[in-house]
């Protein structure tokens, strides 16, 4: 094969894992939009929409850690157009609920569609790049399909419901998460095989996957692994604070329902610089100096909410909390290639994220129930800054583990 043509289908397949990424974002980033008109047709509280969050979240974590698993093993194109039709009819039944454990019961179920939807592509592209010049911006571009996946769903729902309802919203969010989802699979599996570097790696990987597997389970014993956990439990805690009570917690201050989702569909647009600038700075500087100066950032911003009053203060949150997101999650992935390797990178991935999934998506709701509780979001915001001042500092003593072979 021609090198331009390689090139091709290495675009192809960045791209394809970009567009399949961008689903990922379809339920988590909208939840916060959809919260107030939900509570406000059935009169839930913010507890108990909330909830919700955390059935989600915990399909999510599954759906990761299977797919994670099965993406070192099968062809991933499977598993993403086996994922599609559950995430699209998962959206469509929500749009259908009367109760709220029903919405649980639907939500989780768009969980389990969506999660490969994360893990897949995040595996696929740092396999097809290891050791590759481009690697550092491959990552950045696939993960910023979270970003974009975000500002587009947020627009999308935000101008939707007024007109349509909140049903309609569901109803079109999972039509179209089902259709990218099918045709970004289509695209990975016409690069996947023209990738010489992954079809030779998968190849090798076949006859030392029992050998590499135990690697694996004695890499979840080390205090980088655990590390990297805890600091991932920590910011999905605090994300799940921004995606379920940002919007809520900014109508409060007197900020309009519109504005308040605008400004988190440009958290997402605006942590797509996060995302991609790491790639470039990778080369230059430790993962986890980014991961730690990430975390560090992210709770002064978590500060600043506390004051937080007006329109111009709310988009430079945005801005900033934006930018340094997307670092940090650009750090996370890039930390675990670095330390780990790529024989059985979806499975560490699929383990970290899972466990800070089921761990953290807990904190939404208890955001709920101290809102209900004291009329207030800043206990939460204060218990959220102490995990990410720790977190931060645990990330600038991790080291890559002495058993790492790739």
Known sequence: MKINDTKIYACLMVMSCFFAGTNSASAISTFGVFFKPLANEFG????????????????????????????????????????????GFAFLLCSQIHDINEFRFFIFLVGIGSGAAFSVPNAVVQKCFFKSAKSGLAIGIVISGFSVGSLFYILLVSNLIPIFGWRYAFFFTGSICFLVMSF??????????????????????????????????????????????????????????????????ITDVGISHTTAAAALGF??????????????????????????????????????????????????FVFFYGIFHGSRIS?????????FGTVSIGEVIGATYAIGMFIGSITPFIAGLIFDTTG??????????????????IASTLKKPLLTER
């Open 267 to 316: 958290l997402g647009a605006f942590s797509i610089l996060g995302r991609i600038i790491p790639g470039f700075l990778s080369e230059k500087l430790h993962w986890k100096k980014i991961l730690s100066f990430s975390l560090f950032a992210m709770m002064l911003l978590y500060l600043s909410l506390i004051f937080l009053n007006r329109i111009l203060m709310v988009y430079l």
């Open 44 to 87: 839930w509280s913010r507890a108990s929409v909330s909830s919700a969050y955390t059935f989600l979240m915990i399909g999510y974590a599954i759906s990761v850690m299977i797919s994670g698993s099965l993406v070192d093993r099968y062809n991933p194109y499977y598993i993403l157009l086996g994922s599609a039709p559950i995430a």
């Open 184 to 249: 970004s699979s289509c695209g990975i599996k016409m690069s996947l095989p023209r990738l010489s570097y992954f079809t030779s790696q998968r190849i090798a990987e076949q006859g030392n996957r029992n050998i590499q597997s135990k690697k694996t389970y004695k890499f979840l014993g080390t205090y980088p692994f655990w590390g990297i956990t805890f600091v991932h439990c920590t910011v999905i805690a605090s994300f799940g604070i921004i995606a379920v009570h940002f919007v809520p917690f």
């Open 331 to 339: 750090a996370h992935l890039g930390i675990i290639g670095e330390f």
């Open 376 to 393: 207030s979001y800043i206990l939460i915001f204060i218990f959220i800054m102490f995990f990410l001042l720790i977190s931060a500092l």
